[in-house]
């Protein structure tokens, strides 16, 4: 008899996607992190061992038809065993690491390593020496066991004038793709991270699809989504229109159970300011009936 706790009732509605957020445990305290905000649903410590965690996310994904899952932390590597067990609960799994733990090795499943500028831009977020740490482990990994390696750097207003340093630094590294996401803020927030207007965020993005257009091939970005980025679209596809609402967002809440957040970066963030790249990929997605998923880094 199965003694392991049942998962929470979300109802009988589909997800074809969801994410996790395994643990909010990591070895980095990185500025921008959404998963140190006050008032993030997880605290400090694992709250659902991986038996269970494992049975629930199988339950859930039998329920609501789970196809994909991303695997997020805090670090998802610092429960290694736990995560690369459950990517092969699904169809199409992803995980985003910050890559000083090693590069995992899962088969035909996607890993985004985060990096957030060159060397020094990158060191001054992420800590010193972290920037040659992930390089080695790119290189060190098994380039032929199937694993689809990308790249992401959260662009901020602080690091946006290292983009094309950053693309030009890591061009040559055995990776599938780099890809770009820019950053979050908080209802109200007004820092050196922040962008006050969209219109001021326009002119970063510019300077990615012209960086798109000079490495077609390893920028994994879509000049049509970027385009429904722009201050004078964004506004349209954030919010209640928000194209991720379709997505089971699994949180580990005090009582040691799965919650379903607002929204993966933080129950109070500034929708009209949201740089979150998937939720305007996944919005092209959906009005070319189209699914992104690990299976299709390009996009």
Same mark, same amino acid.
């Given at each position: 008899?199965?003694?392991?706790?049942?998962?929470?009732?979300?109802?009988?509605?589909?997800?074809?996607? %969801?994410?996790? *957020?395994?643990?909010?445990?990591? *070895?980095?305290?990185?500025?921008?992190?959404?998963?140190?905000?006050?008032?993030?649903?997880?605290? @400090?410590?694992?709250?659902? +061992?991986?038996?269970?965690?494992?049975?629930?996310?199988?339950?859930?994904?039998?329920?609501?038809?789970?196809?994909?899952?991303?695997?997020?932390? $805090?670090?998802?590597?610092?429960?290694?065993?736990?995560?690369?067990?459950?990517?092969?609960?699904?169809?199409?799994?992803?995980?985003?690491?910050?890559?000083?733990?090693?590069?995992?090795?899962?088969?035909?499943?996607?890993?985004?390593?985060?990096?957030?500028? =060159?060397?020094?831009?990158?060191?001054?977020?992420? $800590?010193? &020496?972290? @920037?040659?740490?992930?390089? /080695?482990?790119?290189?060190?990994?098994?380039?032929?066991? &199937?694993?689809?390696?990308?790249?992401?750097?959260?662009?901020?207003?602080? *690091? %946006?004038?290292?983009?094309?340093?950053?693309?030009?630094?890591?061009?040559?590294? =055995?990776?599938?793709?780099?890809?770009?996401?820019?950053?979050?803020? /908080?209802?109200?927030?007004?820092? +050196?991270?922040?962008? +006050?207007?969209?219109?001021?965020?326009?002119?970063?993005?510019?300077?990615?699809? %012209?960086?798109?257009?000079?490495? =077609?091939?390893?920028?994994?970005?879509?000049?049509?989504?970027?385009?429904?980025?722009?201050?004078?679209?964004?506004?349209?596809?954030?919010?209640?229109?928000? %194209?991720?609402?379709?997505?089971?967002?699994?949180?580990?809440?005090?009582? &040691?159970?799965?919650?379903?957040? @607002?929204?993966?970066?933080?129950?109070?963030?500034?929708?009209? /300011?949201? $740089?979150?790249?998937?939720?305007?990929?996944?919005?092209?997605?959906?009005?070319?009936?189209?699914?992104?998923?690990?299976?299709?880094?390009?996009?």
């Amino acid at each position: 008899m199965n003694d392991l706790a049942e998962p929470t009732d979300f109802g009988t509605r589909p997800f074809p996607a %969801a994410l996790v *957020n395994v643990t909010n445990r990591c *070895n980095l305290e990185c500025e921008h992190c959404f998963v140190f905000r006050e008032g993030n649903p997880n605290a @400090f410590m694992d709250r659902m +061992d991986d038996a269970t965690m494992l049975h629930q996310l199988e339950v859930l994904r039998d329920r609501h038809g789970i196809k994909s899952m991303l695997f997020m932390g $805090g670090e998802p590597m610092v429960r290694r065993k736990l995560v690369l067990a459950g990517m092969d609960l699904f169809e199409h799994a992803s995980m985003v690491t910050n890559g000083t733990f090693g590069i995992p090795c899962a088969p035909g499943h996607l890993v985004t390593v985060s990096l957030d500028g =060159p060397p020094e831009e990158n060191d001054a977020i992420r $800590g010193a &020496g972290v @920037f040659d740490r992930v390089e /080695r482990s790119i290189h060190e990994r098994h380039l032929d066991d &199937g694993t689809i390696v990308m790249l992401q750097m959260t662009i901020t207003k602080a *690091n %946006a004038a290292s983009i094309e340093r950053f693309v030009d630094a890591v061009a040559d590294w =055995p990776v599938d793709g780099v890809a770009f996401g820019f950053y979050v803020p /908080r209802d109200g927030e007004h820092s +050196d991270l922040a962008w +006050d207007t969209n219109e001021e965020r326009d002119e970063v993005i510019d300077r990615v699809v %012209a960086l798109k257009k000079r490495f =077609p091939d390893l920028l994994k970005v879509s000049l049509d989504t970027l385009a429904l980025m722009r201050a004078d679209r964004c506004l349209d596809y954030v919010g209640d229109h928000c %194209a991720l609402k379709s997505m089971l967002p699994l949180y580990v809440g005090d009582g &040691g159970m799965f919650e379903r957040t @607002f929204c993966c970066y933080g129950n109070d963030v500034d929708c009209d /300011r949201c $740089g979150a790249y998937a939720v305007f990929n996944a919005a092209r997605h959906r009005s070319q009936a189209s699914t992104p998923g690990p299976k299709r880094p390009e996009a």
